[in-house]
C-alpha cells in the first residue's frame, strides 16, 4: 500500500542541493552527487510504475503477478533463498 508517496520519501527531492539541505537523511541527500547523479528512481505514480516495469522488464505480467503472487505475499507464504539468490513461496 502506498508504495510510490512512500519511497519517494524515502528518496528525497530530485534535486540533490535540495535534498542535502531539507532532507539529509533521505537516500539522496546522504548520496546523491549532482541532479543527474541523484542516486535513485522513482516512479511518480502507479500508471507510471506500470509503464516503466513493462519497458524495463517486458516478459513480467504485472496483472498476472497480482492474481496469482501477491495473495501468497500478503498472506505471509513468501520467504527469501539466500542459496538461490530468489524469493519463494
Not at 542516486?39 to 503477478?65: K, M, V, Y
Request: glycine content about 6%; hydrophobic content about 30%; proline content about 7%.
Amino acid at each position: 500500500e502506498n508504495a510510490v508517496p512512500l519511497w519517494r520519501s524515502l528518496m528525497g527531492p530530485t534535486k540533490v542541493f535540495r535534498a542535502r539541505n531539507s532532507v539529509p537523511d533521505s537516500i539522496r541527500g546522504a548520496y546523491g552527487l549532482t541532479d543527474t547523479r541523484n542516486t535513485t528512481h522513482g516512479s511518480d505514480s502507479p500508471a507510471s510504475a506500470s509503464r516503466e516495469i513493462a519497458f524495463f522488464f517486458p516478459e513480467f505480467n504485472e496483472q498476472l503477478w497480482y492474481q496469482q503472487e501477491e495473495p501468497c505475499l500478503r498472506r505471509g507464504r513468501v520467504y527469501y533463498s539466500a542459496e538461490e539468490r530468489v524469493h519463494c513461496v
